[in-house]
RNA sequence: GGACCUGUAGCAUAAUGGAUAGUGCAUCUGGCUACGGACCAGAAGGUUGGGGGUUCGAGUCCCUCCAGGUUCACCA
């Protein structure tokens, strides 16, 4: 049991001894001491004095004496307002530490009793241009999520369900059927998905003219739109892809073999995979069915044009559509199928999808709907819904070419990496391999991290002109945090010193010390914390924090150089067990810490 | 118009309903004869969008107003 458990324990057993009641263990509120006070833990006693029928302070006094009384760990305690602050003993600590340091993963969840299947769906690309910034958001929410969860006890499922077919694929591959010249990827030197979006561009370019010219000849704007040559001919190539015209599905397939082949690149880069990849090419039609039988069961209603709704104005929304006129599926139609489909799949009991906060109402809906239809699952469906990312000057426009492309970003970051390095001059005597791999994990730590500390539902600002910091609050903090440590260490074993696997139980302890073994206290309740909000920024601000303590004890207190062994090596020891801690965070970041940089 | 989300210092970002709202960047001032200065110490910067309410206690919960965003397609 943990000490806060064992505290709350105690104050319920004082005040049924005190005030002869038996109140709801809600009501006991232990919290960790504000720094600005003495003491490791804190019971507000507010919520009691009802009970006690005494001011706060008497309240307060006699509970803490009871409890140091009654409960050995505790050293001493002291009163403010209603505040009782609780001071455990060192030994507690130290032990604890001990403990740490011989677990494996500290603060994982090796077994649990009763493990969950979760799929998560994350990254979703369309194959018609590559991924930009809003992407790497997406991917690195869902990957570490992934890890996150997975670090819980939970099996973790992760799944990719790639977008390769509708009219925004039609458009590139008529573009690159009219100008392209037969060009490839290899031909232009360029990656497939940069050389599929660039034909991307160009229908639209080309589309736009087309617009703007029936505009001239006096057609309203809408019917431009529609009557476009351009846009008739890539409506039917859709049709000829549908009906498996043989050349069409050929150029089908090799357009998006380039795609798929660059984004593997991209991915790669950026550190993230998936268990399993789903094509909308295989599951756009899934949920027809599922739809009649809603219909037949009179979940769902058909219109005189023969169209089907779900009406949801009872639910505070409006009728959606199920299935067009003509019988086809819309969006969410598929989305209720490969839901459907997953859950048999994978026997899952849990699903989260990592989709931006745009399509809020779109899974409100389809939450509904599961529900409607009787699965039990519905319940455990779980949007992580995530805000935008948008530049200083307002949000990405890939019309007006401010998209920031994910591979060039990455570059950037690293380029930035190496110009530091080399101003700093820390990679001297560095061969280039270890040069280039020390700069890639500053550059994609300082990007990860950068996007990662913020909490996902909200929008936040880039600006890749300023790019991004590697001082102050930043993943080359905490790296580089991590990097001197293992550098202590390993001055140390030169030095002939071993790091024992435990601690003498009364070494003397600085505030500082103790702060930083409180810190490491609440490790696992932040992971816990992080899985349950779905917030790999908690992990983040957690570990930054871990790491700015760590610094200002580095700063203040002699580690190796500190004249007593036994003190000396205690500091060592705390400082292995910081680093462990950082990197298994950083890790359920997905960013790598360097040994030295 | 309906629904949902967000508003914290110049910018960025924290705070299970608890004590004096933390932190970073930028600005200013100090600290390298080093266990690694991508660091540390200090200064300055706030009516937590406005107004009500609930509570012993509100940045946090409720109401209202303001501002911004998203969405409400026989698009995906």
């Avoid at 009384?69 to 530490?97: C, M, P, R």
């Avoid at 004890?553 to 705390?574: C, K, Q, T």
């Amino acid at each position: 049991m943990n000490i806060e458990a064992q505290l709350k324990e105690k104050v319920l057993e004082a005040i049924q001894q005190m005030y002869g009641q038996v109140v709801d263990p809600a009501s006991i509120q232990i919290q960790k001491t504000r720094k600005d006070f003495e003491g490791d833990f804190t019971l507000v006693v507010f919520p009691l004095l009802r009970i006690s029928k005494k001011p706060p302070e008497q309240t307060a006094e006699e509970l803490g004496g009871y409890l140091r009384d009654h409960l050995a760990e505790i050293n001493s305690y002291n009163v403010i307002k209603g505040f009782l602050n609780l001071t455990i003993n060192n030994s507690f600590w130290i032990t604890y530490l001990n403990n740490v340091a011989a677990e494996v993963n500290y603060g994982f969840i090796h077994k649990k009793e009763k493990p969950n299947t979760v799929l998560i769906e994350y990254s979703s690309p369309n194959t018609n241009k590559p991924l930009h910034l809003g992407h790497i958001r997406n991917n690195l929410l869902g990957y570490s999520i992934a890890k996150i969860i997975a670090s819980q006890g939970d099996k973790v499922v992760k799944v990719n369900l790639v977008n390769d077919r509708g009219i925004h694929i039609s458009k590139s591959m008529l573009a690159w059927q009219k100008w392209g010249n037969g060009i490839t990827p290899e031909e232009a030197g360029k990656k497939g998905d940069h050389l599929v979006g660039d034909f991307y561009v160009k229908f639209d370019q080309e589309y736009k003219k087309q617009i703007e010219e029936l505009i001239q000849k006096g057609q309203s704007e809408d019917d431009a739109k529609k009557n476009a040559p351009l846009i008739l001919e890539a409506q039917e190539m859709l049709r000829k892809w549908e009906a498996h015209d043989e050349s069409t599905i050929a150029l089908w397939k090799k357009m998006n073999s380039w795609v798929l082949a660059g984004f593997d690149v991209t991915y790669k880069n950026l550190g993230v995979d998936f268990d399993k990849i789903y094509f909308e090419s295989d599951t756009y039609k899934l949920g027809k069915e599922i739809v009649q039988e809603g219909l037949n069961k009179g979940v769902f209603f058909k219109k005189d044009d023969g169209s089907v709704w779900v009406d949801l104005v009872e639910e505070g929304l409006d009728q959606k559509l199920l299935l067009r006129t003509d019988g086809t599926s819309v969006y969410i139609t598929q989305d209720i199928g490969t839901a459907h489909q997953r859950f048999l799949d994978f026997n899952a009991d849990e699903m989260i999808y990592v989709v931006g906060n745009e399509q809020n109402y779109h899974f409100q809906v389809l939450k509904l709907i599961m529900n409607k239809l009787g699965y039990s699952f519905s319940e455990y469906l779980f949007h992580l819904s995530y805000g935008m990312v948008e530049l200083p000057e307002g949000k990405m426009k890939s019309r007006e070419g401010t998209v920031v492309d994910a591979d060039d970003l990455m570059d950037e970051m690293i380029r930035t990496a190496e110009e530091m390095s080399r101003e700093l001059g820390k990679l001297d005597g560095y061969n280039e391999i270890e040069k280039a791999q020390i700069n890639r994990t500053i550059g994609l730590g300082a990007l990860k991290y950068f996007i990662l500390k913020v909490d996902p539902k909200k929008n936040m600002t880039f600006d890749p002109k300023e790019s991004i910091d590697f001082n102050g609050n930043t993943g080359p903090f905490i790296q580089y945090s991590y990097a001197r440590i293992k550098s202590l260490i390993k001055k140390a074993q030169e030095k002939g010193i071993q790091i024992p696997d435990e601690i003498n139980s009364n070494t003397e302890l600085s505030l500082k010390e103790l702060q930083l073994i409180k810190l490491i206290h609440t490790y696992p309740e932040v992971l816990y914390e992080s899985s349950e909000s779905l917030s790999p920024a908690i992990i983040a601000n957690y570990i930054y924090e871990l790491a700015k303590e760590y610094n200002q004890f580095y700063h203040e207190y002699p580690i190796l150089n500190e004249e007593n062994s036994d003190i000396s090596v205690f500091r060592l020891f705390l400082s292995a067990q910081i680093g462990k801690i950082i990197q298994s965070g950083m890790n359920l970041l997905g960013i790598d810490v360097p040994e030295r940089m």
